[in-house]
């Protein structure tokens, strides 16, 4: 699986849209973008996952770049439950035999 | 809503005991999934099930063993537990292979437990 890059951290003011990057510059045509959240003592939580068209579900949106080397998730309207660790993985659709490696993730705080 | 339940939060064993994590989900799912995690190290796979009887290693199988005896279940065992063991165990259930729904692949999310903090002292 391809190895992502994001920032350790970042803050974002409450009601602002959080942007939150990703680096998969080595990413194959079979893999897929996954984004999960953990919030502080609770287990990780799926958010939205895309191959090469952009994503939109009530939680977030998901911007991939044409190239696929790099993708964005976007957290409209960010409240203080956003905070949390994000995590970027690219894993390749095997129908549940994926494994998912959370590297150390970026860890947003949302201002009040 | 899926709902993955670890029988722990938080634990607290001494080193040579034989400690049990449970873990149990009610969504009918075919695979489940045991991790790590630890700071700095990120989650890192131990052993998954892809099936009743069936288990898989992951990448850190060492000192661990795992029983799926029912569909819904999913235990980690730790046979004599050690120190470095010390450590939060997450559980994961996802649906499986070759699911569709309306004619579309179906998205093969993993759902998480809460997490079970094990010390061993």
């Known amino acids: 699986d391809a190895k992502t890059t994001q920032p350790t951290s970042m803050d ?10 990703c680096n998969h510059s080595t990413i194959s045509g079979n893999e897929y973008v996954y984004w999960y959240r ?10 939205i996952h895309g191959l090469k068209n952009n994503e939109t579900n009530e939680m ?3 911007i991939i770049t044409e190239d696929r080397k790099s993708s964005t998730l976007i957290l409209p309207h960010a409240t203080l439950r956003d905070t949390a660790v994000y995590y970027c993985i690219v894993i390749t659709y095997n129908f549940g035999n994926e494994k998912l490696t959370f590297g150390t993730g970026t860890r947003l705080t949302i201002i009040p | ?17 034989k400690v049990f994590l449970e873990c149990v989900q009610d969504m009918d799912h ?3 999934f045991w991790y790590r995690q630890d ?19 992951g990448d850190i199988p060492e000192g661990y063993s795992v ?20 450590s939060m165990y997450l559980c994961a259930s996802s649906l499986g292979r070759m699911r569709t729904s309306g004619g579309r692949l179906a998205k ?14």
């Open chain 2, 1 to 17: 809503d899926v709902k993955v339940t670890q029988s722990s939060r938080y634990l607290v064993k001494r080193t040579g005991e």
């Open chain 1, 38 to 47: 953990q919030i502080h003592s609770q287990g990780p939580q799926y958010i």
């Open chain 1, 60 to 62: 977030a949106s998901l």
């Open chain 2, 30 to 32: 075919e695979n489940m």
């Open chain 2, 39 to 57: 700071p700095g190290l990120g989650l890192r796979l131990i052993y998954f099930s892809y099936d009743v009887k069936m288990k898989e290693k």
């Open chain 2, 108 to 121: 093969n999310i993993q759902y998480f437990g809460a997490g079970t903090r094990l010390s061993v002292l």
């Open chain 2, 67 to 86: 029983s799926r005896e029912k569909k819904e279940r999913f235990s980690l065992i730790l046979e004599s537990a050690s120190t470095n063991q010390t």
């Open chain 1, 12 to 21: 974002c003011a409450e009601g602002r849209a959080a942007n939150l990057p």
